[in-house]
């Protein structure tokens, strides 16, 4: 027998694993010799009294971990991020080819009965408030994204 396997067998025995260990020691002659004592080691924890931790020692490894959790959430949330990045901009262009259609439809309406300038100028600043709607609902796509992730982990862990 190698002592991975002897360690396994012994740690069954100590556990209270009496298939495993039974198994091991049937065929290990060193580990039926070690296990008076492993038995003596397992009734002594099993007669210890449990410890009992020292009060604000939860609240000490929180406040310790906190730094280390926080990179750690942060990094679990950027593959989210990048799913939900990835099918924002999957429309993406079929977006901007339908508002190309309606901003070149619209111009042309527009330039026959308006003045040129004047079609212009309505088309520009529909554009450019489409522009601007298009750049704001994908700048808070990320956002969301890790608020969602955050309130997901605050509800695992929490």
């Not at 397992?42 to 990179?71: F, I, K, N, S, Y």
């Not at 593959?79 to 439809?105: C, E, G, Y």
């Not at 298009?134 to 700048?139: D, E, G, N, V």
Request: hydrophobic share 55%.
């Amino acid at each position: 027998m190698n002592l991975h396997e002897c360690d396994e067998g012994l740690t069954a025995l100590l556990f209270g694993d009496a298939a495993a260990a039974a198994a091991h020691l049937a065929g290990c002659a060193r580990c039926r010799m070690e296990r008076a004592d492993v038995e003596r080691v397992r009734g002594v924890l099993a007669a210890a009294p449990e410890p009992v931790p020292p009060p604000g020692l939860a609240a000490r490894v929180l406040r310790a971990a906190a730094p280390l959790l926080a990179r750690n959430a942060r990094r679990a949330t950027w593959p989210a991020v990048a799913r939900a990045l990835v099918a924002a901009l999957l429309p993406l262009p079929l977006i901007a080819f339908f508002d190309w259609q309606i901003v070149r439809t619209a111009h042309a309406v527009l330039s026959r009965v308006l003045p040129d300038a004047l079609s212009f100028y309505l088309v520009f600043n529909y554009t450019a408030t489409l522009v601007l709607l298009l750049a704001l609902t994908y700048a808070a796509v990320p956002i969301l994204v890790e608020r969602q992730a955050r309130l997901r982990h605050q509800e695992s862990h929490g």
